[in-house]
T-cell receptor
Framework: DAGVIQSPRHEVTEMGQEVTLRCKPISGHNSLFWYRQTMMRGLELLIYFNNNVPIDDSGMPEDRFSAKMPNASFSTLKIQPSEPRDSAVYFC????????????FGQGTRLTVV | AQSVTQLDSQVPVFEEAPVELRCNYSSSVSVYLFWYVQYPNQGLQLLLKYLSGSTLVKGINGFEAEFNKSQTSFHLRKPSVHISDTAEYFCAVSNNAGNMLTFGGGTRLMVKP
Protein backbone atom coordinates (compact mmCIF):
# COMPACT_ATOMS: atom_id res chain seq x y z
CA ASP A 1 0.00 0.00 0.00
CA ALA A 2 1.26 3.50 -0.80
CA GLY A 3 0.12 4.86 2.53
CA VAL A 4 -1.96 7.96 3.04
CA ILE A 5 -1.60 10.22 0.02
CA GLN A 6 -2.05 13.96 0.27
CA SER A 7 -2.04 16.53 -2.50
CA PRO A 8 -0.67 18.97 -3.18
CA ARG A 9 2.52 18.79 -1.08
CA HIS A 10 2.91 22.53 -1.23
CA GLU A 11 0.39 25.26 -1.92
CA VAL A 12 0.96 28.99 -2.11
CA THR A 13 -2.10 31.14 -2.55
CA GLU A 14 -3.21 34.70 -2.15
CA MET A 15 -5.41 35.85 0.68
CA GLY A 16 -9.07 35.52 -0.20
CA GLN A 17 -8.63 32.62 -2.58
CA GLU A 18 -10.22 29.21 -2.13
CA VAL A 19 -7.89 26.36 -1.23
CA THR A 20 -8.70 22.65 -1.46
CA LEU A 21 -6.52 20.03 0.14
CA ARG A 22 -6.96 16.39 -0.81
CA CYS A 23 -6.44 13.10 0.95
CA LYS A 24 -6.62 9.47 -0.06
CA PRO A 25 -6.63 7.20 3.01
CA ILE A 26 -5.22 3.72 3.17
CA SER A 27 -7.60 1.24 1.58
CA GLY A 28 -9.73 -0.52 4.18
CA HIS A 29 -9.31 2.13 6.86
CA ASN A 30 -12.63 3.43 8.12
CA SER A 31 -11.46 6.43 10.14
CA LEU A 32 -9.96 9.60 8.73
CA PHE A 33 -8.54 12.61 10.55
CA TRP A 34 -7.46 16.09 9.46
CA TYR A 35 -4.81 17.81 11.60
CA ARG A 36 -3.16 21.20 11.37
CA GLN A 37 0.40 21.82 12.56
CA THR A 38 1.80 25.27 13.39
CA MET A 39 4.71 26.45 15.47
CA MET A 40 2.41 28.34 17.81
CA ARG A 41 -0.30 25.75 18.38
CA GLY A 42 1.40 22.44 17.57
CA LEU A 43 -0.79 19.65 16.22
CA GLU A 44 -4.52 20.29 16.34
CA LEU A 45 -7.27 17.89 15.35
CA LEU A 46 -9.63 19.67 12.98
CA ILE A 47 -12.17 16.98 12.13
CA TYR A 48 -12.65 13.24 12.37
CA PHE A 49 -14.66 10.96 10.06
CA ASN A 50 -15.78 7.43 10.75
CA ASN A 51 -17.21 5.43 7.85
CA ASN A 52 -17.33 8.64 5.79
CA VAL A 53 -19.49 10.42 8.38
CA PRO A 54 -18.13 13.45 10.26
CA ILE A 55 -18.10 12.51 13.94
CA ASP A 56 -16.44 15.51 15.55
CA ASP A 57 -15.68 18.82 13.86
CA SER A 58 -15.24 20.87 17.01
CA GLY A 59 -11.65 21.58 16.03
CA MET A 60 -12.58 23.32 12.80
CA PRO A 61 -11.52 26.92 13.38
CA GLU A 62 -14.44 28.69 11.78
CA ASP A 63 -16.96 28.60 8.99
CA ARG A 64 -14.31 29.28 6.40
CA PHE A 65 -13.18 25.69 6.87
CA SER A 66 -15.17 22.74 5.57
CA ALA A 67 -14.36 19.07 5.09
CA LYS A 68 -16.04 16.35 3.12
CA MET A 69 -15.62 12.63 2.65
CA PRO A 70 -17.81 11.62 -0.30
CA ASN A 71 -16.52 8.05 -0.27
CA ALA A 72 -14.16 5.77 1.62
CA SER A 73 -11.19 6.61 -0.57
CA PHE A 74 -11.26 10.39 -0.72
CA SER A 75 -11.55 13.43 1.51
CA THR A 76 -11.14 17.16 1.02
CA LEU A 77 -10.47 20.06 3.33
CA LYS A 78 -11.51 23.40 1.89
CA ILE A 79 -10.71 26.89 3.10
CA GLN A 80 -12.74 29.71 1.61
CA PRO A 81 -11.69 32.48 1.77
CA SER A 82 -8.14 31.79 2.89
CA GLU A 83 -6.26 34.10 5.27
CA PRO A 84 -2.55 34.42 6.12
CA ARG A 85 -3.17 32.91 9.57
CA ASP A 86 -4.26 29.70 7.86
CA SER A 87 -0.66 29.10 6.82
CA ALA A 88 0.34 25.75 8.32
CA VAL A 89 1.05 22.14 7.48
CA TYR A 90 -2.13 20.16 7.15
CA PHE A 91 -1.97 16.43 7.79
CA CYS A 92 -4.43 13.73 6.93
CA UNK A 93 -4.34 10.45 8.84
CA UNK A 94 -6.30 7.24 8.57
CA UNK A 95 -6.85 4.36 10.92
CA UNK A 96 -8.49 0.95 10.60
CA UNK A 97 -10.41 1.26 13.86
CA UNK A 98 -9.93 4.78 15.10
CA UNK A 99 -6.95 6.04 17.04
CA UNK A 100 -6.93 3.06 19.41
CA UNK A 101 -4.94 1.01 17.00
CA UNK A 102 -2.68 3.35 15.05
CA UNK A 103 -3.07 6.48 12.97
CA UNK A 104 -1.15 6.47 9.69
CA PHE A 105 -0.20 9.96 8.59
CA GLY A 106 0.30 11.40 5.14
CA GLN A 107 3.28 13.60 4.38
CA GLY A 108 1.23 16.74 4.75
CA THR A 109 0.39 19.78 2.68
CA ARG A 110 2.34 22.92 3.45
CA LEU A 111 -0.02 25.83 2.89
CA THR A 112 1.23 29.37 2.61
CA VAL A 113 -1.29 32.18 2.29
CA VAL A 114 0.25 35.49 1.27
CA ALA B 1 -10.79 16.37 28.54
CA GLN B 2 -7.17 15.35 28.37
CA SER B 3 -3.95 17.27 27.84
CA VAL B 4 -0.31 16.41 27.24
CA THR B 5 2.77 18.30 28.37
CA GLN B 6 6.19 17.76 26.94
CA LEU B 7 8.44 19.75 29.22
CA ASP B 8 11.45 19.96 26.92
CA SER B 9 11.10 21.68 23.58
CA GLN B 10 14.64 20.73 22.57
CA VAL B 11 17.01 18.03 23.78
CA PRO B 12 20.59 18.10 22.49
CA VAL B 13 22.59 14.92 23.07
CA PHE B 14 25.78 13.38 21.77
CA GLU B 15 25.74 10.28 19.64
CA GLU B 16 25.72 7.00 21.60
CA ALA B 17 24.57 8.75 24.77
CA PRO B 18 21.30 7.77 26.48
CA VAL B 19 18.27 10.03 26.20
CA GLU B 20 14.95 10.51 27.95
CA LEU B 21 12.14 12.61 26.52
CA ARG B 22 9.58 13.54 29.11
CA CYS B 23 5.82 13.41 28.76
CA ASN B 24 3.14 14.07 31.34
CA TYR B 25 -0.58 13.88 30.77
CA SER B 26 -3.74 14.82 32.54
CA SER B 27 -7.01 13.04 32.16
CA SER B 28 -10.01 12.21 34.29
CA VAL B 29 -10.45 8.82 32.66
CA SER B 30 -8.31 5.93 31.56
CA VAL B 31 -6.23 6.80 28.56
CA TYR B 32 -4.15 5.26 25.88
CA LEU B 33 -0.69 6.71 25.28
CA PHE B 34 1.44 7.02 22.17
CA TRP B 35 4.78 8.32 21.00
CA TYR B 36 5.16 9.47 17.41
CA VAL B 37 8.27 10.59 15.55
CA GLN B 38 8.35 13.18 12.78
CA TYR B 39 11.39 13.39 10.51
CA PRO B 40 11.91 16.62 8.52
CA ASN B 41 9.26 17.20 5.88
CA GLN B 42 7.54 13.94 6.76
CA GLY B 43 4.33 12.91 8.42
CA LEU B 44 4.17 11.33 11.85
CA GLN B 45 5.15 7.71 12.40
CA LEU B 46 4.14 5.63 15.39
CA LEU B 47 7.05 4.66 17.65
CA LEU B 48 5.12 2.81 20.33
CA LYS B 49 1.85 2.72 22.22
CA TYR B 50 0.49 1.77 25.60
CA LEU B 51 -3.02 0.36 25.68
CA SER B 52 -2.93 -1.93 28.71
CA GLY B 53 -0.82 -4.61 30.37
CA SER B 54 2.89 -4.22 30.99
CA THR B 55 3.83 -0.67 31.81
CA LEU B 56 7.11 -0.96 29.91
CA VAL B 57 6.49 -0.69 26.21
CA LYS B 58 9.09 -1.37 23.54
CA GLY B 59 8.87 0.27 20.15
CA ILE B 60 10.75 0.59 16.92
CA ASN B 61 14.33 1.83 16.51
CA GLY B 62 15.30 0.75 20.03
CA PHE B 63 12.98 3.15 21.84
CA GLU B 64 10.96 2.23 24.91
CA ALA B 65 8.59 4.05 27.22
CA GLU B 66 7.24 3.43 30.69
CA PHE B 67 3.71 4.21 31.75
CA ASN B 68 3.56 5.52 35.32
CA LYS B 69 0.00 6.01 36.42
CA SER B 70 0.79 7.57 39.79
CA GLN B 71 2.98 10.19 38.18
CA THR B 72 0.81 10.45 35.06
CA SER B 73 3.90 10.14 32.93
CA PHE B 74 4.94 8.27 29.81
CA HIS B 75 8.62 9.10 29.30
CA LEU B 76 10.44 7.90 26.20
CA ARG B 77 13.94 6.46 26.48
CA LYS B 78 16.73 5.09 24.35
CA PRO B 79 20.00 3.78 25.82
CA SER B 80 22.17 4.87 22.90
CA VAL B 81 21.10 7.35 20.23
CA HIS B 82 22.24 7.65 16.64
CA ILE B 83 22.52 10.64 14.37
CA SER B 84 19.53 9.27 12.48
CA ASP B 85 17.35 9.69 15.58
CA THR B 86 17.41 13.45 15.07
CA ALA B 87 13.74 14.33 14.68
CA GLU B 88 10.73 15.76 16.49
CA TYR B 89 9.00 13.47 18.95
CA PHE B 90 5.38 13.81 19.96
CA CYS B 91 3.63 12.29 22.92
CA ALA B 92 -0.11 11.78 22.50
CA VAL B 93 -3.06 10.59 24.52
CA SER B 94 -6.41 9.34 23.36
CA ASN B 95 -9.66 9.27 25.25
CA ASN B 96 -11.11 6.02 26.49
CA ALA B 97 -13.22 5.73 23.36
CA GLY B 98 -9.97 5.78 21.41
CA ASN B 99 -11.20 8.17 18.78
CA MET B 100 -9.68 11.49 19.79
CA LEU B 101 -5.92 11.96 19.86
CA THR B 102 -4.40 14.93 21.70
CA PHE B 103 -0.75 15.74 21.02
CA GLY B 104 1.87 17.40 23.17
CA GLY B 105 3.88 20.30 21.84
CA GLY B 106 6.72 18.08 20.68
CA THR B 107 10.38 17.69 21.64
CA ARG B 108 13.11 18.22 19.09
CA LEU B 109 15.88 15.66 19.63
CA MET B 110 19.18 16.85 18.22
CA VAL B 111 21.90 14.20 18.13
CA LYS B 112 25.40 15.58 17.69
CA PRO B 113 28.45 13.64 16.52
Amino acid sequence: DAGVIQSPRHEVTEMGQEVTLRCKPISGHNSLFWYRQTMMRGLELLIYFNNNVPIDDSGMPEDRFSAKMPNASFSTLKIQPSEPRDSAVYFCASSPQGILTEAFFGQGTRLTVV
Amino acid sequence: AQSVTQLDSQVPVFEEAPVELRCNYSSSVSVYLFWYVQYPNQGLQLLLKYLSGSTLVKGINGFEAEFNKSQTSFHLRKPSVHISDTAEYFCAVSNNAGNMLTFGGGTRLMVKP
